[in-house]
């Protein structure tokens, strides 16, 4: 199926400025699912060979985006062992969770510069910790002895989900 898709000609033809928005979430959509798949393969093929070599590796796309319901579940599952040097190099010493707020802006800043120094990983950068900043304080909220007797588990789990999606949403457009 995605032999037939060709994402990157839409973005580089202008052609998506035409799109609604609804094409273009389903656009996006397609990109992130094309995305994780060549990288999985890629990840997967090579991690073949060292096992076949006898050096075990992490596995890198341990969960499939569609079972990513926030932006700390997706970033944790994609690109993991990455995600693991940034955790050991840089958000622990940071101060790991108790400046998480800080910490993701630093980190994702690092991370756009890592990639390379353009304009627009690092206007990436900043978009992702906006729509993280919500969630980081609704996790933090909900965590409350206060709200957690206040509010039912199914209302907290149904409002994470609908949180996730939101999330999720603005990521792939």
């Known amino acids: 199926m995605t032999h037939f898709c060709h994402y990157n000609s839409l973005a580089i033809s202008g052609i998506w400025e035409q799109f609604t928005a609804w094409d ?3 656009v996006g959509y397609g990109v992130l699912t094309f995305m994780w798949l060549k990288f999985l393969l890629i990840w997967r093929y090579f991690r073949l060979w060292a096992l076949i070599g006898g050096i075990e590796t992490p596995e890198n796309m341990p969960r499939c985006i569609n079972n ?3 932006l700390e579940g997706f970033w944790k599952s994609w690109h993991a062992s990455y995600n693991r040097w940034l955790v050991r190099y840089l ?3 940071l101060g790991g969770s108790h400046t998480k707020m800080f910490n993701v802006w630093i980190i994702f ?7 390379d120094l353009e304009w627009k990983l ?4 900043l978009v992702t910790c906006v729509f993280w900043m919500p969630e980081i304080l609704c996790k933090s909220m909900m965590r409350m002895p206060q709200v957690k007797t206040l509010l039912s588990e199914s209302f907290l789990r149904e409002l994470g989900a609908f949180g996730g999606a939101i999330t999720i949403s603005c990521l792939m457009t």
């Open 68 to 70: 990513c319901y926030d």
């Open 24 to 26: 273009i979430f389903v």
């Open 122 to 125: 690092l206007s990436w950068a």
């Open 91 to 93: 958000y622990i010493p």
């Open 109 to 115: 800043t690092f991370v756009a510069i890592w990639h």
